[in-house]
């Protein structure tokens, strides 16, 4: 049973757009949300979070919005580009747990 | 760079023989983390630490045991390999970033990976 669910496995968007990339999470507990990027062949990096008692954050082209009644973050980036092309990992936590989503492949076309 | 390194970064090993995977890091965090990462699940939680000799199970921890008996070195044993646990195995580090709400924001920070393969 995943607490965190990331239902599009693969998002494609044109160079300039936005990029929207969504999470769900079950637990009501989860009091910090997180995104991380990941390149083949590389770890996770961090990209931002936000707390649950926000609603958005903002950094750079970044934004992240949450939705505490719906259960629902969103990751925006805007304007998109190649570079961003990886796989992003919604994450939640509370404490010490740390619970990722499965994963979105983000490309990003020329 | 906070300062981890995973190693080995490649194995390859045969089924029933036993792996031992290191994470080493250099800035004393409490808390560390062995993640695995296989297509369609993303990272499950295998085994953390919250101190030396102090660890605890995931959600994915059966076949799996760890060791931290100093802050700076946490390892992960495979006391049998199983061609199921072919996998890229990740460590990680918790961090706080400080001025994010209250009590600042937890974070994890990410080796590089170790990628095992059992034939």
């Known amino acids: 049973d995943q607490q965190v669910k990331q239902n599009s496995p693969s998002l494609s968007v044109q160079e300039g757009r936005i990029s929207i990339l969504n999470c769900d999470y079950t637990?009501?507990?989860?009091?910090?949300f997180l995104w991380y990027k990941k390149y083949p062949a590389e770890g996770p990096t961090f990209l931002i979070s936000?707390?649950?008692?926000?609603d958005k954050n903002e950094d750079g082209r970044f934004t992240v919005f949450l939705n505490k009644s719906a259960k629902h973050l969103s990751l925006h980036i805007v304007p998109s580009q190649p570079g961003d092309s990886a796989v992003y990992f919604c994450?939640?936590?509370?404490?010490?747990?740390?619970?990722f989503g499965p994963g979105t492949r983000l490309s990003v076309l020329p | 760079d906070a300062g981890i390194t995973q190693s080995p970064r490649h194995k390859v090993t045969e089924t029933g023989t036993p792996v031992t995977l290191r994470c080493h890091q250099t800035e004393n965090h409490r808390y560390m983390y062995w993640y695995r990462q296989d297509p369609g699940h993303g990272l499950r939680l295998i085994h953390y630490?919250?101190?030396?000799?102090?660890?605890d199970k995931g959600e994915v921890s059966d076949g799996y045991s760890v060791s931290r008996s100093k802050t700076e070195d946490f390892l992960l044993t495979l006391e049998s390999a199983t061609s199921s646990q072919t996998s890229v195995y990740f460590c990680?580090?918790?961090?706080?970033?400080?001025?994010?709400?209250?009590?600042?924001?937890?974070?994890?920070?990410f080796g590089a990976g170790s990628r095992l393969t059992v034939l």
């Open positions: 637990n009501s507990m989860f009091d910090y």
């Open positions: 630490s919250y101190g030396v000799k102090d660890t």
């Open positions: 990680a580090i918790r961090i706080t970033f400080p001025g994010q709400g209250r009590s600042g924001a937890n974070v994890l920070t």
């Open positions: 936000i707390s649950s008692i926000k």
């Open positions: 994450a939640a936590s509370f404490s010490q747990n740390f619970v």
